[in-house]
Every structure is written in structure tokens, then in C-alpha cells.
């Protein structure tokens, strides 16, 4: 593998832990809220790590399908498209 897909493979797994984190900050929001209302007994419970094991096969599926996406972007046809060039009859190409 070359740099690009090293560094495109880190920026994908950030993504991953940036919305696992997210997930994560909405549960605890939630949980203190229903800890300050009183609905419900919520106690502490065992601080532990959560781990997450993403397939490296999975992060291999995504990375081709972004550069399937990227060589579309860069094809002659997807440059017409964004000139928003017209055909005789006056339809988008």
C-alpha cells in the first residue's frame, strides 16, 4: 500500500471513532438527564473502556468504493456535466 491509502485508512478510522464518540456523548447526555429527573435509579456503574473492532476489511471496502467515487469525479463525462453544457435539443448532456 502506498501513503495515500495509509492516510485516507487513518482519516477513515477517525471518522469511525469521531461518530462512536458521538453515540457515546448522547447516551451519557441522556442518562444524566434522567439521573437529574429522578425517572428512574441510575447508578454508578464501573467506568470501563469501550473498544471497538472495525473489520480491515470493511475500511478496504470503503476505501475502494471513495475511489471508484473520485474516478468518476475526474472522468470527461462527469467534467461536461459540470460545465452544465446543453445537447442540440436543449437537454442537459
Known sequence: M???????RDQISQLIRAEIQDGIND???EQEVVEKAGLGFVGKEDEKELKVKVP????????KEY???KKKDRSN???IKKLGL???HGRQL
Open 56 to 63: 480491515v476489511s470493511e475500511v478496504d471496502k470503503i476505501i
Open 27 to 29: 447516551y451519557v447526555d
Open 67 to 69: 475511489k471508484k467515487i
Open 77 to 79: 463525462f462527469s467534467q
Open 2 to 8: 502506498n501513503n495515500a491509502d495509509d492516510l485516507l
Open 86 to 88: 446543453l445537447d442540440q
